[in-house]
């Protein structure tokens, strides 16, 4: 294509005017540009090498040398094409292709991403600590086997055939931490940072009941005349078989179930409402409301998958994530920016990696000493 044509479908492209013919022209005249463009997708942190990327086009098409308007093409493309990347990634590959930015967030001390890290307390009272648990069989506790896999999960099975209820085992992730766990009903469990599950040893009762405190998303088996049921936040989540993500820290102001695949039912104060696949349940931690909307899954279970993912979000919600998974505390000095932040970067990148791509936005700045943190306009 010619620089007119290109500079034609930019504009369409983000104007929301494109066809898909429109785009697919634009896709291979980009993809054209290079291999490394195509091989994108797969890439982890996303607007990182998007970034790389813009700068290695415009050096090999000399468009560095010949102003503004090739540059504002070649930037819009190159952040329209990321996945992930929105019209504010936009923004900021254009003011990084006339000022490029080093990195100015430095750390006091070494802060390292979160990982497999749990403490396990058993219903007779012995406590294991996960991380450091070699894998195999770790305890009886009593009448269960509980074994740590190779890929650093906790399996349960009963001993005994008893049809009594076992005692009540609690798993927990401190901030920093994330750990998976089989249910002994063969269910999957996943634990965020900063969160618990508080289970039987065996499910013999009518209803599989779990407590849960954080972020957990569940995988369920499905057993029809043994219904799943979590207890989060002041809310009963009743499972028939799915796949779902609850949100309900205790500092946060929302409890959230998103349902991925399935149906779940969300009962809050005698008001129940019925998830389809694509829906959110909200209401307020400490209040009486249960509300319905069309949730973003890929935003939802961005973390389940080793991502962060901001879609417009308030730098108040970004902040609590971070604490949690870098096990970091979080201070505020200032008028906190209302720009929505936009980007997707990977869970296993440093620190300094994720505040400075939040910095880089030009509206928010960060402070770090040790392990503190503070957000300044």
């Known amino acids: 294509m010619n620089d007119e044509r290109v500079d034609l479908l930019s504009e369409k492209l983000f104007n929301g005017t494109i066809t898909s013919s429109e785009r697919s022209e634009l896709e291979s005249w980009y993809a054209d540009m290079g291999d490394e463009a195509i091989h994108v997708e797969s890439h982890l942190d996303k607007i990182e090498f998007s970034n790389n990327l813009f700068l290695l086009i415009a050096e090999r098409t000399g468009l560095s040398q010949r102003g503004r308007r090739p540059l504002f093409r070649y ?17 900021l590959l254009k003011t990084l292709a006339h000022h490029p930015v080093t990195s100015s967030v430095q750390m006091a001390s070494k802060v390292v991403p979160g990982g497999n890290k749990a403490i396990l307390k058993l219903s007779n009272g012995q406590v294991v600590n996960l991380d450091d648990a070699n894998q195999g069989q770790l305890s009886t506790g009593g009448r269960e086997m509980i074994d740590k896999t190779a890929k650093g999960q906790i399996t349960y099975k009963p001993l005994s055939g008893s049809k009594e209820q076992l005692g009540y085992n ?13 249910l002994p009903d063969g269910s999957l469990a996943m634990l965020d940072a900063g969160s618990s599950i508080t289970y039987p040893a065996q ?3 009518k209803e599989r009941i779990v407590t849960i405190t954080g972020q957990v998303y569940f995988e369920v088996v499905h057993r029809s005349a043994q219904p799943f049921v979590v207890m989060a936040g002041n809310q009963i989540i009743k499972d028939i078989g799915t796949r779902f993500n609850i949100s309900a820290y205790a500092d946060e102001k929302l409890v959230k179930t998103t349902l991925e695949e399935g149906a779940v ?10 998830l389809k696949p694509g829906q959110v349940g909200v209401s307020q931690y400490a209040g009486d409301g249960l509300t319905t909307g069309v949730a973003d899954l890929e935003e939802t279970l961005a973390w389940k998958n080793g991502y962060f993912r901001f879609n417009n979000e308030p730098i108040e919600n970004i902040m609590p994530k971070i604490s949690r998974w870098y096990n970091v505390d979080i201070k505020y000095n200032g008028k906190l920016p209302s720009d ?3 980007g997707t970067i990977s869970r296993s990148k440093s620190i300094e990696k994720v505040l400075d791509m939040l910095q880089r936005t030009g509206v928010i700045h960060f402070k770090v000493e ?7 306009p």
Request: hydrophobic letters at 50%; glycine letters at 12%; proline letters at 2%.
């Open 265 to 274: 039912s969300v009962t809050k104060n005698r008001k129940t409402i019925f």
């Open 170 to 182: 609690t798993l927990t992730t401190p901030r920093g931490g994330k750990f998976n766990i089989l």
């Open 340 to 342: 929505g932040f936009n």
């Open 75 to 91: 930037a819009a493309i190159a952040a329209s094409l990321m996945l992930g990347i929105s019209v504010a990634g936009y923004f």
């Open 203 to 205: 499910f013999v009762a």
């Open 370 to 376: 040790g392990r503190n943190v503070t957000v300044l």
